[in-house]
């Protein structure tokens, strides 16, 4: 009882220093001495080590080496629960919730061992044992209103609950929208756009196999996720290219007679990718991609030119639209990235491949619209 107090004055002061000065606007940790200090803190593998730097000095921490450490956003961690890994602190009072790796942690005041939850578990007899912890405050009624699931959302929510109907004091380390993590940020990149065409009739057959072009990419990412979330994020960008095609062939007809045709194409292209993320390690740093892309085209233009020799003459066609692209394309997509993170930001460096069909609207011809990103993101 005693360290809940401790903790939660403590907790208010830094909160209050936080939203005080800008200065104080920072990470913390606290020793095993009880000494908070405030810097700048790195996660390096989850729940098992952080960097700290303080005053331009850096040093890592385990489980074993500080109290809790507390980032910028509020969350808070402690080694003081399992003691070879940090554990996300939700809420602390009569009945606490604590969130490791692999499993919820519940303790209530006057109950000698901690409620222990893995959160793999499959059958629902968890929900009997939460019922019978909370009997002596919250009815069966209000107990089934809350509609229980293994979520730390609403595991936090009972909690809450309790110590509210139980007028008991605690602490929330987590406020309404924290539950939903979002980064946001810029991304720069060159993207290869290729058109490929395909069953082409009579009146096509001078169009190429192939167009092919690299240009610059700008976009803006938002990257979302929960608490329930280790591993994996969602992923939705705005990326804006304008691509130019041209191709210029020669088609013998005849020993001394020849047609050259030439096409232009321009496409300026808003994409939106929405991906799922998934990270291949502890540390987050690899991972893989998979989703949809959506094509808009904001601006369009093509057109072909023809001119036929024959023996001394020459004969100009008049210009015609090369390929009449549809306005919309949806396709699929996939691909890797890495990501590290420095003061307070995050670098990437991802490629994917998306692959969009019925890119004409004419049927003289199909055509594909694939292409090839690579990008530096920078998100906060």
């Given amino acids: 009882m005693i360290k809940k107090v401790f903790y939660t004055a403590l907790f208010c002061i830094i909160a209050h220093l936080n939203t005080a000065q800008n200065v104080f606007k920072s990470d913390f940790i606290i020793t095993n001495e009880y000494d908070s200090i405030f810097g700048l803190i790195e996660i390096i593998k989850p729940n098992k080590l952080i960097q700290f730097e303080t005053n331009k000095t850096y040093n890592t921490y385990g489980p074993d080496q500080i109290k809790r450490f507390g980032l910028k956003d509020g969350t808070v961690f402690s080694t003081e629960i399992i003691s070879e890994q940090f554990v996300n602190v939700l809420i602390e009072g009569k009945l606490s919730l604590y969130s490791s790796k692999e499993s919820y942690i519940l303790i209530k005041e006057g109950q000698k061992d901690p409620y222990i939850l893995n959160k793999e578990t499959k059958d629902n ?47 929330s380390y987590l406020s309404d929208n924290k539950w939903m993590k979002i980064n946001y940020g810029l991304s720069l ?12 009739d009579a009146n096509s057959n001078h169009l190429p196999d192939k167009y092919s072009s690299i240009d610059p990419t700008i976009g803006i990412m938002f990257e979302f996720s929960t608490q329930n979330q280790q591993r994996s994020t969602y992923q939705i960008e705005m990326i804006v290219s304008k691509s130019d095609f041209y191709n210029h062939n020669v088609i013998s007809t005849h020993p001394i007679n020849f047609e050259n045709n030439e096409t232009y194409l321009e496409f300026t292209t808003l994409s939106f990718p929405i991906t799922y993320r998934y990270y291949l390690n502890d540390k987050n740093n690899f991972y893989f991609n998979l989703g949809l892309i959506n094509d808009i085209q904001l601006s369009s233009r093509s057109y072909f030119r023809s001119e036929t020799v024959a023996s001394n003459d020459i004969f100009v066609k008049s210009e015609a639209e090369a390929i009449n692209s549809t ?25 994917f491949y998306s692959m969009s069909t019925k890119f004409n609207s004419s049927g003289r011809f199909n055509s594909n619209f694939n292409k090839i990103y690579i990008s530096l993101i920078v998100s906060k």
């Fill in 189 to 200: 990149g060159m993207v290869n756009s290729i058109i490929k065409v395909g069953r082409k």
């Fill in 125 to 171: 007899k968890w929900k009997g044992y939460l019922s019978y912890m909370t009997r002596d405050c919250l009815s069966s009624d209000q107990f089934s209103k809350l509609n229980l699931r293994l979520t730390s959302q609403k595991l936090y929510e009972i909690s809450k609950a309790y110590n509210i109907c139980d007028k008991s004091n605690y602490i």
């Fill in 327 to 351: 306005a919309y394309q949806a396709g699929l997509l996939a691909g890797i990235g890495y990501k590290l993170s420095y003061n307070k930001l995050n670098y990437e460096l991802r490629s």
